[in-house]
């Protein structure tokens, strides 16, 4: 995240932060802290994912899963700042730093802070979230509280020094000066100004779909788009590939696609809602690859035992061409057996020729004087049976390797299919339907369907089918059945809680939950949807009856008996 783009947060983001109580604190992964926050009778989620490569800051209102022990750091910025009240915020965006002062507590922090100090003035609770180090605790007197900077700029006469000079310019961030590079002069004071002035749209990139025209291999830029509101989800091209605070160059835009450039366009849009860009950017840019990280990190032991597999193999082609060689003194023994006539029975050379004729051509076979022509024969058929059933049991041990090697590949596949939807690029083998291995290892009152956009769709048979259902669902997941009678649920898998999911995905699921109920034989259904987070189980109840704490808007559906078979993986 450029420090333009961090001061751009921290203006709409300031006035969402002062006021609001701590509520948790936790690390999803290394490198991401999660910050639970309660403002305006609302819970929201400060992200921020600190490090060298790539930080970034962003509030969303999906809350992130978790799913592993708090560490000692952690545990730690809990004890000072759970439950406490951010009484200011104060940035310093050019180091791209922003202080939370929390209030109350002054007892406990003094206590922390003057464990091994005499001095007795009070002291005051600092939260420091540094996109580079991460989040500390720092425990400051009132004189020396942080303040926000205010960074020089140069003047237009002073640029072109200061671009050779940039370390002594805190405000020349690498983004800026690549952006620079590619601009006039006059365009290159002109938006110094406008960025020294604040405030002003953000500019988010997403891949677009290539249009007919454009030569293959040339990537395009569609027009920009202008976002207003507080949802800006509908005119925007997913995934969002990168986010600016000015106006990037169509060479730089272009960079944004990598190796999709033949593929897909850049496609530019606007807005002046720097939390609800930003957030649509974290969860393209932050969460969606934290997903399949994890999910290649789950995979792992699977890639160790694929090269294994795939070492074995090789050895196996090795070890056929030494059995295919073994097999081959089959012919020379026919020969030699064939001619046996010409020669005495203890007749020994170190070799003999063969005339051509059903065994193959002429040729000069050689032999071993230890042994003679007889026994080389003797020899000769002896060595060709073994390899014969080397063969044969190589044959068998190849099969069963290639066997556990598309089992593997199919698994592999399909771990991802939960962290992206239509992920090609990580299949392991496209002879087998997606889904397959995970469906083989679901329970037998489970049923696994996969949507057109790739999505993992689980549909419980029964009513034990569906507690198991939801029990292989993730927090974030979406639950959903048919409403005001009994049916299946159906489960659809999400990679992290601000994946979006389509309509068509949507309606498909809708359409298996109606295909299930009572509603099955109508028209059009009305299906209810909810996070699996708010889909609880009822004591003392038969299984499977639940209650549902928070609804997501319910959706109408056309009931179509015949879309089971067509999303079945297989």
């Known amino acids: 995240m450029d420090a333009h783009l961090f001061r751009r947060c921290c203006e709409d983001l ?92 002054a007892d406990a922090a003094n206590r922390a802070a003057q464990d091994d100090t005499s001095t007795a003035k009070p002291l005051l609770t600092w939260l420091l979230l540094d996109l580079r180090e991460g989040p500390s605790l720092k425990f400051l007197a009132d004189a020396d509280a942080p303040e926000e900077d205010q960074p020089s700029w140069p003047e237009p006469e002073q640029l072109a020094a ?46 677009a779909q290539p249009e007919e025209g454009p030569a293959r291999g040339h990537a395009s830029v569609s027009a920009p788009a202008h976002v207003d509101g507080d949802d800006p989800a509908p005119a925007l091209p997913r995934p969002v590939l990168g986010i600016s605070a000015w106006p990037l160059p169509a060479a730089l835009q272009q960079a ?159 771990s991802l299919l939960g962290a992206t939807a239509n992920n090609a690029e990580e299949s392991g083998n496209g002879s087998r339907a997606p889904g397959s291995g995970m469906a083989a290892t679901l329970p037998k009152n489970v049923q696994m369907f996969i949507s057109s956009d790739g999505f993992v769709l689980l549909r419980g048979r029964d009513s034990k089918g569906n507690l198991a259902a939801r029990k292989l669902a993730a927090p974030h997941d979406i639950w959903l059945h048919a409403e005001n009678g009994p049916g299946s649920h159906v489960i659809i898998r999400r990679a992290h809680g601000g994946q979006e999911v389509p309509p068509r995905t949507l309606d498909e699921a809708g359409a298996l939950a109606a295909c299930k109920s009572w509603q099955r034989d109508a028209a059009r259904a009305r299906i209810q949807y909810a996070e699996v987070r708010h889909v609880k189980p009822m004591r003392n109840t038969p299984a499977g009856t639940v209650r549902i704490d928070k609804s997501l808007p319910s959706r109408e559906v056309a009931v179509d008996l015949a879309l089971g078979e067509r999303l079945l993986p297989g």
């Not at 899963?65 to 952690?74: L, M």
């Not at 809990?78 to 915020?89: D, F, L, P």
């Not at 110094?192 to 002035?197: C, K, N, S, T, V």
């Not at 073994?326 to 063969?354: I, K, T, Y």
Request: aromatic share 6%.
């Open 162 to 207: 200061a671009l050779q000079d940039w370390r002594q310019w805190a405000v020349l961030t690498p983004a800026l000066r690549r952006t620079l590079a590619c601009m006039d002069e006059p365009e290159q004071w002109a938006l110094l100004e406008d960025l020294r002035l604040g405030g002003g749209d953000l500019f988010c990139y997403g891949a």
């Open 14 to 105: 300031t006035p969402l932060l002062v006021g609001a109580r701590v509520e948790k604190i936790q690390e999803p992964a290394d490198g991401l802290l999660a910050l639970m926050i309660y403002s305006g009778g609302r819970k929201r989620q400060l992200c921020l994912r600190y490090g060298r490569k790539d930080p970034f800051c962003f509030v969303t209102a999906q809350r992130i899963s978790v799913g592993r022990a708090p560490s000692a750091p952690i545990m730690r910025l809990r004890k000072y700042s759970g439950g406490r009240r951010i009484a200011a915020c104060v940035p310093q965006w050019s180091e791209r730093r922003l202080w939370l002062l929390l209030g109350g507590g």
């Open 256 to 414: 944004l696609l990598g190796k999709d450039a033949e593929a897909s366009r850049v496609q530019e849009f606007c807005g002046a809602n720097a939390l609800a860009l930003t957030e649509l950017a974290g969860q393209d840019i932050v969460l969606s690859r934290l997903a399949l990280d994890q999910a290649r990190e789950a995979a792992q032991p699977l890639d160790r035992r694929v090269r294994k597999l795939t070492k074995l193999l090789d050895k196996l082609r090795e070890e056929e061409s030494r059995l295919g060689g073994m097999m081959a003194c089959q012919a020379d023994a026919l020969a030699l057996q064939g001619e046996l006539w010409r020669w005495s029975a203890d007749f020994r050379a170190p070799s003999v020729r063969v005339e051509a004729g059903p065994h193959g051509p002429a040729r000069e076979i050689k032999l071993d004087l230890r042994r003679s022509v007889r026994e080389e024969m003797a020899r000769m058929f002896h060595t060709a049976r073994r390899g014969q059933r080397g063969m044969e049991h190589l044959a068998d041990r190849r099969a069963a390797l290639e066997a556990e090697l598309a089992s593997l590949r199919q698994a592999r596949q399909d």
